[in-house]
């Protein structure tokens, strides 16, 4: 009776391996699908936003350059900007578009011209 208490209490020695279920693939998913989003879609929606503000850059506003040259603009043309740096000397710069890093808002006292 004893043997037959060892023989039920050994492993079965089949050789059918455990396929891996569904669920252990999903971190690698997540994972993926986090690396997707900030290496793909995010900067193509900083992209298109930026296009966007240089596209909508029109006279009279204040910009700031990538060299931190603040301005106003004076003059837009297809591919340059011109922008007024210092009032009292009439001093313009010329820049193209993608030199332009930030376009501020018109504050409420300023109006339009």
């Known amino acids: 009776m004893l043997t037959n208490v060892m023989i039920l209490a050994e492993p079965a020695t089949t050789s059918s391996t455990q396929q891996p279920s569904m669920a252990s693939f ?11 989003y900030l290496f793909m879609i995010r900067p193509q929606k900083q992209e298109k936003q930026r296009q966007s503000m240089l596209s909508s850059i029109k006279k009279n506003d204040r910009v700031e350059t990538i ?9 837009v043309r297809d591919t340059e900007i011109t ?9 313009k710069i010329t820049f193209v ?8 808002p018109k504050e409420a006292g300023e109006k339009d011209a």
Request: net charge positive; hydrophobic share 50%.
């Open 97 to 104: 578009r993608g030199a332009i890093r930030h376009v501020s």
């Open 26 to 36: 999903l971190p690698l998913f997540v994972v993926f699908g986090v690396f997707i």
């Open 83 to 91: 922008i007024k740096v210092d009032e009292s000397s009439n001093t």
């Open 67 to 75: 060299g931190g040259i603040i301005g106003t603009v004076t003059a």
